[in-house]
């Protein structure tokens, strides 16, 4: 059949991760759309400020226009004048109309200089001010992921990016308005956070959603630069990971030793060298005081023989490592001091029970 | 690869402004190939749609399902209109191989392309 040249074809994927034969790879150019939390990131704070400061985004757009107008008037003065160079006849120094057209351009080309760097100082200036509200846009794209990961859990937590858009931009439109920039960045966080927090909430399972909240607390802390990815694989794993006989302890379970000696050589962080270093040392001094501890019937809100003083002073990451050490000693009561944890992270607002 | 000022056209059709999509973008444009694009949240599709408003008006969206697969493309292809295929499966149909491949026979001045049933 006849095959007209403007003919062109795509192909779109709905599949998150596709696999496609390599034959169809050499056939096509494999592009992958799929949303990254930087990419996502970007994309938010031109949506937020887009909205929240209309007038800073034309600037920045009728910029970008002048710039690239700016820059092709430039090009074009450069391509006259090695027009005139090479078309001039006998010597460059009589051609007295010759002479007077490089005049101009050069000073043309001066002005259109001077354009161009008052532009790139406007620039920065405005990208000053947009980066004002990128914690905003950084915390959408945190709980954009929270919310993606759990369709891990259930593939019926699948929730669209256009979803959470509305959510985003509700928070905008309704959040309180405030004076100063950083009021009202920390207002629109704040109720972004919770908006999606009952979004969310509403269509989890119950067993779902504690796991929903610690994802929310720890990929917080970790955007913040608090936690590192480690620290939440402690948390989670604590001491499945080795392999250790000597138990030095006869009332302390084996798994409970484990966990110990996992925490104990655990680096929190990057600024915390190995937190609980002494801890084994310090379990085997006092020996009766932690056993005491740990068979208490609520160890999470008893202080911690020891270490309550340092946990307390720690004020970035004390609650986590807290939860950790409850965590590793008592795995029953685990989802308390994970509650206790979100509290403190996210507001009292995140565990008191919701009826809607 | 690109001037801003595409760029800026491209963020009106509807394409998101970070860095990776304008490198999708410039993927899109500028490859020999056909592009396939993994897409989970629609942003491409949206983008192309903008992009190529011939595919509303020939209404060329299709998806491998259309129930003649070979007439549904025969007029894009012989007036050269752009089609897109969407929610492609792991699977791609080898009609559409030889379009692909762009298994172009010229005669004369006029270009041909065979296509199986």
Known sequence: ?356 | MVDPATIGEWNMEGLPSDDLSIQNGIMVTRSSRYPLMIDPQSQALTWIKQREPELLEQNTVITLNVPDLKRALQFPLENGYPVLIESIENEVDPMLDPILEKQITRRGKKCFIKLAD
């Open chain 1, 1 to 356: 059949m006849d095959w007209d040249e403007r003919f062109r074809l795509y192909m779109t994927s709905r599949l998150a991760n596709p696999h496609f034969s390599p034959e169809l790879a050499a056939k096509a150019t494999i592009i992958d759309f799929t949303v990254t939390q930087g990419g996502l990131e970007q994309q938010l704070l031109g949506r937020l400020i887009s909205k929240e400061q209309k007038s800073l985004e034309d600037q920045l757009t009728q910029l970008q226009e002048e710039v690239t107008s700016n820059t092709k008037t430039l090009q074009s003065y450069e391509e006259q004048l090695l027009e005139r160079l090479a078309n001039a006849q006998g010597s460059l120094l009589d051609d007295t109309e010759l002479i007077d057209v490089l005049a101009t351009i050069k000073t043309k080309s001066k002005e259109v200089n001077e354009k161009l760097v008052e532009a790139k100082e406007k620039k920065i200036e405005i990208n000053d001010k947009r980066e004002l509200f990128r914690p905003v846009a950084a915390r959408g794209a945190v709980l954009y992921f929270c919310i993606v990961e759990m369709t891990l859990i259930n593939w019926m937590y699948n929730t669209s990016l256009q979803q959470f858009l509305g959510l985003f931009d509700y928070a905008i439109d309704f959040s309180p308005k405030a004076q100063l920039v950083k009021d009202r960045v920390h207002n629109i966080t704040s109720w972004l956070t919770r908006r999606v927090y009952r979004y969310i909430n509403r269509g989890l399972f119950e067993k779902d959603k504690i796991t929903f909240k610690l994802m929310m607390a720890t990929k917080i802390l970790i955007k913040d630069g608090k936690l590192t990815n480690g620290d939440v694989g402690l948390l989670l794993k604590a001491g499945s990971g080795i392999d250790d006989r000597n138990k030095p302890f006869n009332w302390m379970q084996q798994k409970q030793w484990l966990n110990l000696k996992a925490l104990s050589k655990h680096k929190f962080n990057t600024e915390h060298t190995m937190f609980f270093k002494e801890l084994p040392e310090r379990v085997n001094r006092n020996e009766q005081l932690w056993k005491k501890w740990i068979d208490e019937n609520e160890p999470e809100n008893t202080p911690v023989p020891d270490y309550e003083e340092k946990i307390a002073a720690d004020q970035n990451i004390g609650h986590f490592i807290h939860l950790c050490l409850v965590r590793a000693m008592r795995e029953d009561r685990t989802l308390l001091a994970a509650s206790q944890f979100i509290k403190e992270v996210l507001g009292d607002e995140f565990v008191s029970p919701v009826t809607d």
